[in-house]
């Protein structure tokens, strides 16, 4: 069936949009826009609920909005669609639109798509396929593999199909929907299949044939290629939390951001309606992982300031120890020319000891200030630093660092170098950072690597250790609404130190943070309110707007590259000693199943109490063991 001679086309688009919150996003009025320019109706098909600003902005684009109960996926929302307008109704027109909102677009309009599409002799068609895999891996397919087929985010039926005998009685027959395997085992892999053995003939727009060999997943694998050199117009919005694992699997894991950065910098479409979205719906570090959020910055060149654009920055640096006055100060006059210096200390002794040392550079303004030994860096921050601290554009905070629970003191020592080499290296490095936070508007905030080496080794992995719970707690008391999981990593300064855009901590800063709402000293050195905080950062970030990031020096990350490799060659090689070769999902499946049936019970009840008790209690418990 070809419809490019055809007049006037009568086709009808029916939309499946889902959210959890109801809140229909502008990326979701965007797409709608450009598709309604090729549409003669359309049919939004919300599962769940709708909130009344989202009703009220679909309501501007289509009076046909369908709410119905959250079930049976997409397929039976199309399927309900189609119901809505009967099937005398459906016959009438040319081409009926079955597309949802698990994309982002047009990159390109799609009266682009329909115009080419429109000339193709046709009964179905789609934007992207899914190449034929040899198996089935949803256990659900009836040919017993995943056949070739046309992805179900965007699929166009015309008349020709939609009046025949075969597709009535495909969606009279369609069973119950109760998963996402569900809705792949019995609509989508099985769609197009069906059909073109009923003789029905189907393309898609964007032909990957050559990538067969390649990928069977274009669209999620290759999305560089299909938007850069074959105008495909739309990103698929799991891009941006797929599993990393399974980008791992395939990839280097390269190809989100670079499909972002091509989009960011050569094409039209806005990226903020991404990064809404994503934001919004997505864990952190789901989004960390897929955009390869870890900024490597040069110490040997960088970027001058644009001094019109009149930015004020700040350093605040609390110091506690006047040993490390010296040590701080080499850092501190990393800042760029007219940044003020503001450094937080406890009593008035310090004060005139920092003052002293400082007063030996020439700072734009330095301010000494003095606050209650209580709540530590934390509380230098959110208290003593409160009146100013929203008066910046681009703020950096650091603190004299000691870790005396760890002996020999090296270990602690090499943490802090950590800290400060991947925040206040030297002035090039630090005018690489700001010109990073000019340049990609929806930074909130930059943290240095969290540690690995010696007893922090662990961290990576256990980057909650026993905070997750009261991290959520404050996430709750400030009303944060993002996505938490304790299954997966904060991207926070777990040194706390760290940049930040202010106005991304508002609500953190917001709050009326007294020094009594501080424990008092001694602290513990887990699970305390100043633990919950180091971890919050970055979700008060992602709840204001802006996503967290890691941040190293090229110096630093070549130290870091090496230490990595370093430790995953020992694990390999320890692994491999025992079981031979294996990829690294297969590693990790065997050693997840190892550590869950094959370990001791008394060791994992072991790893359980080390893992909830303070370490000095943890250590205080073991000794009294051994003495019985």
């Not at 039976?76 to 459906?90: Q, T």
């Not at 937080?344 to 606050?371: G, P, Q, S, V």
């Not at 905070?397 to 170098?417: C, N, R, V």
């Not at 991207?491 to 009326?512: C, N, Q, V």
Request: aromatic fraction near 14%.
């Amino acid at each position: 069936m070809i419809l490019a001679n055809k007049e006037k086309l009568n086709r009808l688009g029916i939309f499946f949009f889902y959210d959890k919150d109801g809140i229909v996003d502008d990326y979701i009025t965007f797409m709608l826009k450009d598709m309604t320019q090729n549409l003669s109706d359309l049919l939004v098909v919300c599962n769940g609920k709708l909130t009344v600003e989202g009703r009220e902005k679909i309501s501007e684009l289509t009076p046909n909005i369908l709410v119905r109960e959250n079930k049976g996926f997409d397929v039976w929302a199309y399927k309900e669609g189609m119901e809505y307008y009967g099937w005398d109704k459906i016959s009438k027109f040319d081409e009926v639109v079955l597309f949802n909102s698990t994309m982002f677009g047009p990159l390109y309009s799609f009266s682009e798509m329909f115009e080419g599409m429109n000339s193709q002799d046709l009964d179905f068609w789609g934007i992207t396929k899914h190449h034929e895999v040899p198996h089935d891996p949803f256990n659900r397919i009836k040919y017993g593999y995943l056949p070739e087929h046309i992805q179900s985010h965007f699929i166009v039926v015309r008349n020709s199909l939609l009046t025949s005998y075969e597709y009535k009685n495909f969606w009279d027959n369609m069973p119950e929907i109760e998963s996402y395997e569900d809705s792949i085992g019995y609509y989508e892999a099985v769609f197009t299949k069906e059909f073109n053995d009923k003789g029905f003939k189907w393309d898609v727009y964007v032909n990957t044939d050559d990538l067969e060999k390649h990928t069977y997943h274009p669209v999620l694998m290759m999305p560089l290629e299909l938007v850069k050199n074959r105008k495909c117009p739309i990103i698929k919005r799991r891009s941006f939390f797929h599993t990393k694992i399974d980008y791992l699997n395939n990839t280097t894991g390269e190809q989100t951001s670079e499909v972002y950065e091509y989009i960011r910098k050569n094409l039209d479409y806005d990226i903020n309606l991404i990064w809404d979205n994503i934001l919004r719906t997505c864990h952190q570090a789901d989004i960390k992982n897929a955009l390869n959020l870890s900024y490597i910055l040069s110490t040997t060149s960088s970027v001058q300031m644009n001094t019109k654009l009149n930015r004020k920055i700040a350093l605040v640096m609390h110091i506690y120890f006047d040993d490390l006055i010296e040590y701080c100060l080499e850092y501190a006059t990393s800042v760029p020319e007219g940044t003020d210096v503001y450094i937080t200390t406890d009593t008035e002794h310090k004060a005139d000891l920092i003052r002293t040392i400082f007063e030996k550079r020439n700072f734009a303004k330095l301010e000494i200030i003095i606050i209650e030994n209580r709540g530590r860096d934390i509380s230098a921050l959110l208290v003593g630093s409160k009146k100013f601290i929203m008066d910046y554009d681009y703020v950096c905070f650091a603190h004299d660092k000691k870790t005396k629970q760890l002996e020999p003191h090296i270990k602690g020592e090499s943490f802090a170098y950590k800290c400060f080499e991947n925040t206040l290296t030297n002035q090039h490095f630090v005018n690489n950072v700001i010109n990073l936070f000019e340049t990609n508007p929806r930074l909130g905030m930059l943290s240095p690597p969290p540690p690995n080496h010696a007893d922090f080794y662990p961290t990576i992995g256990l980057e909650w250790t026993i905070n997750f719970d009261n991290t959520k707690a404050l996430a709750d008391k400030l009303k944060l609404s993002v996505e938490m999981d304790k299954n997966k990593e904060p991207i926070a300064p777990l040194g706390t130190m760290f940049w930040f855009r202010p106005k991304a901590l508002k609500a953190l800063f917001d709050y009326d943070w007294e020094y009594k709402d501080f424990p008092p000293e001694p602290n513990d050195t887990d699970g305390t309110l100043l633990h919950a905080i180091e971890r919050i950062y970055p979700f008060v970030s992602q709840h204001e707007g802006y996503y967290p990031a890691l941040l190293l020096s090229d110096s630093f990350a070549k130290i870091e590259v090496t230490n990595l490799y370093f430790m995953l060659r020992e694990i390999n090689t320890a692994y491999m000693m025992n079981s031979g070769p294996a990829i690294h999902l297969s590693m990790v499946s065997v050693l997840k199943y190892n550590m869950t049936y094959k370990i001791p019970f008394k060791y994992k009840l072991k790893m359980l109490i080390k893992k909830i008790l303070p370490v000095w209690l943890f250590n205080l418990l073991k000794r009294l063991i051994k003495r019985r």
